[in-house]
């Protein structure tokens, strides 16, 4: 992001740095990652950046090339940010440092996954391996957000939206679907608590969440 601060260094990962470097920055490019956003969504999705900072940060992502404004079509017509087709490339990027910041023994076991954070997770630890044979599709009702995901060939696409004739609905909120796919609660329980509603194909629900293993954890000071 435009800034007077640089690492002044002709490597191309330290001018990276300078473009993308500065503290939520790379935040804010995971938060449009799923699609444009508005000002008050980002800061609902970024709730610990102040307004002032967020409103830097854009800038600065906007004079870097990375994000962009636009304005949704009529009748909403709210002012929106959204990523270039650059900025998008990041995405590779976030889902390597996930990749690699998960293996952490240091990372905080509490904190909260957001709604974004949890879906592009799923992007991050989905195990082709995991989803042999499997061939589904998907919504995901998480609040008043919806997502469609369709397994199929070893692959997950997944995105923000209404999914078409899916195989199964899941109804639910991110903490407890985080809770199924990453800290071992199992589906009966969640359905008897009413924290899940499930229609449709329960076993295809069941093996989703059996196809993002997280890996085992760094072993540092060795």
Same mark, same amino acid.
């Given at each position: 992001?435009?800034?007077?601060?640089?690492?002044?260094?002709?490597?191309?990962?330290?001018?990276?740095?300078?473009?993308?470097?500065?503290?939520?920055?790379?935040?804010?490019?995971?938060?449009?990652?799923?699609?444009?956003?508005?000002?008050?969504?980002?800061?609902?999705?970024?709730?610990?950046?102040?307004?002032?900072?967020?409103?830097?940060?854009?800038?600065?992502?906007?004079?870097?090339?990375?994000?962009?404004?636009?304005?949704?079509?009529?009748?909403?017509?709210?002012?929106?940010?959204?990523?270039?087709?650059?900025?998008?490339?990041?995405?590779?990027?976030?889902?390597?440092?996930?990749?690699?910041?998960?293996?952490?023994?240091?990372?905080?076991?509490?904190?909260?996954?957001?709604?974004?954070?949890?879906?592009?997770?799923?992007?991050?630890?989905?195990?082709?391996?995991?989803?042999?044979?499997?061939?589904?599709?998907? @919504? +995901?009702?998480?609040?008043?957000? #919806?997502?469609?995901? /369709? =397994?199929? $060939?070893? *692959?997950?696409?997944? &995105? !923000?939206?209404?999914?078409?004739?899916?195989?199964?609905?899941?109804?639910?909120?991110?903490?407890?679907?985080?809770?199924?796919?990453?800290?071992?609660? @199992? +589906?009966?329980?969640?359905?008897? #608590?009413?924290?899940? /509603? =499930?229609? $449709?194909? *329960?076993?295809?629900? &069941? !093996?989703?969440?059996?196809?993002?293993?997280?890996?085992?954890?760094?072993?540092?000071?060795?």
């Amino acid at each position: 992001m435009a800034t007077t601060r640089t690492y002044d260094d002709g490597c191309a990962a330290a001018h990276a740095l300078d473009l993308v470097g500065e503290r939520w920055a790379l935040l804010v490019v995971r938060e449009l990652l799923l699609g444009p956003k508005r000002f008050t969504d980002l800061r609902a999705g970024l709730p610990n950046a102040s307004p002032n900072v967020l409103a830097q940060r854009l800038r600065g992502l906007e004079a870097a090339g990375v994000v962009r404004r636009g304005k949704l079509p009529p009748p909403a017509a709210s002012k929106i940010y959204e990523l270039t087709e650059w900025g998008k490339d990041l995405e590779s990027v976030i889902i390597s440092l996930g990749r690699w910041g998960v293996r952490s023994p240091s990372k905080p076991p509490d904190a909260a996954l957001g709604v974004d954070s949890l879906i592009l997770s799923f992007r991050t630890m989905f195990d082709p391996e995991r989803a042999e044979g499997l061939g589904a599709s998907y @919504e +995901l009702r998480l609040g008043e957000e #919806s997502f469609r995901a /369709e =397994v199929v $060939g070893g *692959r997950l696409e997944i &995105e !923000r939206g209404s999914a078409d004739a899916p195989d199964a609905v899941v109804e639910t909120d991110a903490g407890t679907l985080a809770a199924l796919v990453y800290d071992k609660l @199992e +589906l009966d329980d969640a359905l008897r #608590s009413g924290g899940i /509603e =499930v229609e $449709g194909d *329960r076993e295809a629900v &069941e !093996r989703l969440f059996t196809l993002f293993p997280l890996p085992a954890p760094a072993s540092v000071g060795v």
